[in-house]
Structures are given as structure tokens and as C-alpha cells.
């Protein structure tokens, strides 16, 4: 049996300006200056820190069972619904008869 040869791979020259981040740790990419080795809510001012929070603290739902639970989605829910029907851009429609609705992620 005859080896394959064993050449150096390299990504093509157009494709080095793209970054990507790896996976795993943060310490394992080749990013130079992680934003959290220089940026500290400590040396933030409190009305910065409190104003910040609301971006670290608060997610987006996983599902439709999460999002249900929470008034402000429902009211966005409903809203981003109401612009597909005035745009005429979506309807609620039967299922013709034998046919099963797909699941979604």
C-alpha cells in the first residue's frame, strides 16, 4: 500500500482577513487583548455598572414556552405577527387533508 503524501495545508489567501473565533476557553483563541482582560465593572461608574447589568443579566428565551412566560415577549410576539399580516406576508392556513405540520428549531 502506498502512503499519501503529507503536505502542509493552508487556508487560501483570500480568507485571511476573516476571524473566527475557536472553540473552547477564550485563552485557547488567538485573540490578542480578550475585552475582559481590560475591561472591570469595578472601574465602571455605578449608574454605568447598573445600566450595563441589564445586558449581562437578561436573555433571549430558548423557546416558545420560555418567551410564553414573559408579558414583554408575548407583547413582541404578537406585534412582529400583527406587521406580517398588514404587510401581507404571512397567513394562517389548513393543513390539506394526510399532511403533518413540520416541527421548527
Known amino acids: ?35 475582559a482582560d481590560v475591561v472591570f465593572y469595578s472601574g465602571l461608574s455605578v449608574q454605568y455598572q447598573s445600566f450595563i447589568s441589564k445586558f449581562s443579566l437578561e436573555t433571549e428565551p430558548k423557546s416558545y414556552a420560555e418567551a410564553a412566560k414573559d408579558p414583554r415577549w408575548i407583547d413582541t410576539m ?11 406576508t404571512w397567513e394562517v392556513v389548513s393543513l390539506p387533508p394526510g399532511k403533518r405540520a413540520i416541527g421548527c428549531r
Not at 502542509?8 to 476557553?25: C, N
Not at 404578537?78 to 401581507?88: C, G, M, P, R
Request: aromatic share 6%; proline share 15%; net charge positive.
Open 78 to 88: 404578537k406585534a412582529e405577527i400583527q406587521a406580517l399580516e398588514d404587510n401581507k
Open 1 to 35: 500500500p502506498t502512503d499519501k503524501p503529507k503536505r502542509t495545508t493552508k487556508p487560501p489567501i483570500w480568507l485571511k482577513d476573516y476571524v473566527v473565533p475557536g472553540k473552547g476557553p477564550q485563552s485557547s483563541t488567538k485573540c490578542l487583548y480578550p475585552i
